[in-house]
């Protein structure tokens, strides 16, 4: 079956530092790609994605991401943390019609000052 | 303001007791889809929806119902809970239908409801 896997349940950097978030899916087929951050007590929101074209992806928030079809990667990045990333982040995969997702475990960003 | 509303956002009950978790969208998407959110697990589809009266289940089905009569609205039915489906629950749209034309069309997630069965 396919699946996306987070590597890294939680992540801690200082604030400044790079963040570095995996995330890999499981298919020879390149899914649509996406990255969502929950904040406490909240949905999720959409942080960028990946479609065709371009395999880096600026999304909100000083946050990209780079499609890697050889290594069926999609890491998220962002060069220097603030405190207000702290947070939940989940990487998303869509390979069949109708907008079905398939969601990795969720790692857990916190940012020490 | 374009949203996803669910309510309640936080519920206690009984094991047995029916009880209806309610998901409103005001963007006229043809897509819904409901989400439990387990810690370690993330997030695994329990039913969607590709238009008005067209559902099916998702990865996670067992002992819950939807249903999909007009196009804002689609209903969580837990009609005999079980402590098993204490979690947290997330309603989201998004364009996507029938037709894979929406493939990309990111999700658009209300602010969950989270259910504590005893």
């Known amino acids: 079956a396919q699946s996306v896997t987070q590597l890294g349940s939680h992540v801690s950097v200082s604030e400044g530092a790079l963040v570095l978030l995996r995330c890999n899916y499981s298919?020879?087929?390149?899914?649509?790609l996406f990255w969502y951050v929950q904040y406490p007590n909240q949905g999720l929101q959409l942080l960028l994605k990946?479609?065709?074209?371009?395999?880096l992806v600026k999304g909100i928030n000083g946050f990209e991401a780079e499609f890697k079809k050889s290594e069926t990667s999609f890491h998220l990045t962002k060069p220097s943390a603030h405190m207000s990333d702290a947070a939940e982040y989940f990487c998303?995969?869509?390979?069949?019609?109708?907008?079905?997702?398939?969601f990795g475990e969720g790692t857990q960003l916190t940012v020490n000052p | 303001e374009a949203q996803v509303t669910q309510n309640p956002r936080y519920l206690i009950t009984v094991t047995g007791k029916k009880l209806t978790v309610t998901c409103s969208q005001n963007?006229?998407?043809?897509?819904m889809s409901w989400y439990r959110q387990d810690p370690g697990l993330g997030l695994r589809q329990i039913y969607y929806?590709?238009?008005?009266?067209?559902?099916d289940k998702g990865d996670v089905p067992e002992g819950y119902k939807v249903s999909r009569k007009e196009k804002r609205n689609f209903p969580l039915i837990l009609e005999s809970p079980s402590p098993n489906q204490t979690s947290l629950y997330f309603c989201?749209?998004?364009?996507?239908?029938?037709?894979?034309?929406?493939?990309?069309?990111?999700?658009?997630f209300g602010d969950g409801t989270r259910l504590s069965i005893l």
């Open positions: 298919s020879s087929v390149p899914p649509y």
């Open positions: 989201a749209s998004s364009l996507g239908g029938d037709g894979g034309m929406y493939n990309n069309q990111p999700q658009h």
């Open positions: 929806s590709m238009n008005v009266e067209v559902t």
């Open positions: 998303a995969a869509s390979w069949t019609s109708g907008s079905r997702l398939t």
């Open positions: 990946y479609t065709t074209g371009a395999t």
């Open positions: 963007m006229n998407h043809e897509y």
